[in-house]
């Protein structure tokens, strides 16, 4: 079953303009991890946010958790080319380690030169 | 280099016939797993494992098998009882020891011919 949705499913931006990419999913979760994916290729850990985190950066990254509106978001600073791809919202769900994750359907973000 | 290895890249099936994706890791991680990516969409868990000789059910399994009998392997068969195969294949691992995050391969694409 799918847990996180992303929003926009789509999003196209100048260099240098900041991304932002929403999430949200059902129900109690250990952690949320966000992923990146170039066309036609696996998918790359970016960061992970635990259940009692409310923000975290990494480089370029910032990410929010908001657990009582079940949401998160992905801020990208000063965009390049290079941030060209789909990113994924996952969620590893509590009451019971069993490791797996569930994946939103993802958001394209075109970063035009 | 340590990783995720899946094998092939493209692969054909023709009606009727089973088909094997490989996926090697020498990551030394007990838990692995196999995703089915369509165009567009996030990612759906086939199988999953989390040691050896044990794997279970994900979302979607009807018309796939797998095996785990070395910690390093965790082949997915898709059979003839798959009516709609084509898709993009991808597979995980990851342990505990790093918050569970998952490392992907590079993904193999299945066409019917």
């Known amino acids: 079953s799918q847990q996180g949705e992303e929003d926009p499913q789509a999003l196209s931006i100048q260099e240098g303009e900041n991304a932002t990419m929403n999430c949200s999913y059902k129900?109690?979760?250990?952690?949320l991890q966000w992923y990146r994916q170039n066309s036609g290729r696996g998918l790359v850990h970016l960061i992970l946010?635990?259940?009692?985190?409310r923000e975290k950066h990494s480089g370029r990254l910032r990410v929010t958790l908001d657990t009582s509106k079940k949401s998160s978001s992905l801020l990208i600073t000063a965009s390049r080319a290079a941030d060209t791809a789909s990113y994924f919202c996952a969620t590893e769900g509590s009451g019971g380690s069993n490791y797996k994750l569930t994946f939103g359907k993802g958001t394209l973000l075109t970063v035009n030169p | 280099d340590g990783g995720i290895t899946q094998s092939p890249k493209y692969l054909f099936r023709k009606e009727g016939q089973n088909v094997t994706l490989s996926c090697e890791q020498n990551?030394?991680?007990?838990?692995m797993y196999w995703y089915r990516q369509d165009p567009g969409q996030g990612l759906r868990l086939i199988y999953y494992s989390h040691i050896v000789n044990d794997f279970q059910k994900g979302d979607i399994a009807e018309g796939y098998s797998v095996s785990r009998e070395k910690k390093e392997s965790f082949p997915l068969t898709v059979t003839s009882a798959q009516k709609n195969p084509t898709a993009f294949y991808l597979c995980a691992s990851s342990t505990p020891k790093a918050q569970n995050i998952q490392y992907f391969g590079a993904g193999t694409r299945l066409s019917v011919l």
């Open positions: 946010i635990r259940s009692n985190e």
């Open positions: 990551l030394n991680h007990d838990a």
């Open positions: 129900t109690s979760i250990n952690n």
